[in-house]
């Protein structure tokens, strides 16, 4: 089975600290995404990549970078968290394979309090 | 640019009703369409796919059917437990690799 690791499932962090959000996976996937969820909001995409070390701005990026140095990790980081930061954030991963390019396997996400 | 909308929520049934759970999109191209189910306290999984239109996926007793002249993906199923509680997602594979989800949808079901 597919396995999608995240960090921390729970985080408390204070106003203009800098976050780490950590996730890995296990399957050799190619493309990894972030994203945020909020109520009534749905899942909304802030960073993907395609391969070690490329990245590409998604739907909310803001306040937001990400890191890919190896294959299996994909770091998404706040420069200086802010309230309105506090979200749940879930990590994803697809296979770069034709006929599989949006089946995403997702983590079980980390609900971040920024106070 | 791409989109989806979804029923709100939530809704609530009785264990044995029959749940619809309407999706319409809108969408340049052909887009592939899908259902992801998020159980409490975890991640999204992949309840079923339609990759073209009339195509019709299907997982766990759950159906929707890829209509394009409507452009819908309605979610069924003829007979719910209460283990099918969860949030349900839309969402709609375009361009780059993106999904693009609806707002979600809680269904809770009742013994």
């Known amino acids: 089975d597919v396995k999608v690791t995240q960090s921390s499932r729970y985080l408390v962090k204070r106003t203009g600290e800098k976050v780490f959000l950590e996730c890995v996976q296990d399957?050799?996937?190619?493309?990894m995404f972030w994203y945020r969820q909020d109520p009534g909001l749905g899942l909304r995409l802030i960073y993907f990549?395609?391969?070690?070390?490329?990245?590409e701005k998604g739907d909310i990026p803001e306040g937001y970078s990400v890191s890919r140095e190896k294959k299996e990790r994909f770091s998404l980081i706040l420069e200086s968290a802010s309230t309105n930061q506090t979200s749940m954030y879930l990590c994803?991963?697809?296979?770069?394979?034709?006929?599989?390019?949006?089946?995403?396997?997702f983590g079980p996400g980390t609900r971040l309090t920024v106070t | 640019g791409d989109s989806v909308t979804q029923m709100e929520g939530p809704v609530t049934l009785s264990e044995e009703a029959f749940l619809t759970i309407n999706c319409t999109y809108t969408?340049?191209?052909?887009?592939?369409l899908f259902w992801y189910v998020q159980y409490p306290g975890e991640g999204l999984q992949l309840l079923l796919k339609?990759?073209?239109?009339?195509d019709k996926g299907s997982n766990k007793g759950f159906e929707a059917t890829y209509r394009k002249e409507t452009t819908s993906f309605h979610l069924e199923k003829g007979s719910v437990q209460v283990s099918d509680s969860a949030v349900y997602f839309c969402a709609l594979g375009g361009s780059n690799y993106k999904l693009t989800f609806g707002k979600g949808t809680l269904l809770t079901v009742n013994p």
């Open positions: 994803a991963s697809s296979p770069f394979r034709a006929g599989n390019l949006y089946e995403q396997y």
């Open positions: 990549s395609y391969d070690v070390k490329m990245k």
């Open positions: 399957m050799d996937h190619e493309n």
């Open positions: 339609a990759t073209k239109a009339d």
């Open positions: 969408a340049t191209g052909y887009p592939s």
